[in-house]
């Protein structure tokens, strides 16, 4: 599912945003396209991914929203793992958006860490 419940979270709760959702390959049934959703030739979006660890996936969804014909302004992931350099290769892959991810994968476990050892006390 991935970043498929933050999208559609994200553009139902601002009621003023549009969504849309890349598929890995185009299915063979339904539609039988790679992107589902919002599709306007030109809009400026971003593209946000749940979690970032090589970032091929993260690249995926760039290059199909680029072939599309989407402006890519920004990208985002929820939670950058910080290994197997997936970060480099996504603000290569986005640029000359930037690319911001909202927690790393350290800052995730120590908050874990922390809400153990309240647990303990």
Known sequence: MGADPIVTAVSVVS???NGFLVRK???QHGTGQ????FCQKGAPVVIVDDVCTTGSSTIQAIEAAREFGFEIVGV???VEREEARGRPQVEKAAAPAAFVSIFTANEV???HLKSI???SH
């Open 109 to 111: 476990r120590q908050e």
């Open 117 to 119: 050892e309240t647990l």
């Open 34 to 37: 790679r992107i589902e959703g």
């Open 15 to 17: 009621g003023e945003l």
């Open 25 to 27: 390959t185009e299915k």
């Open 76 to 78: 985002m992931c929820l």
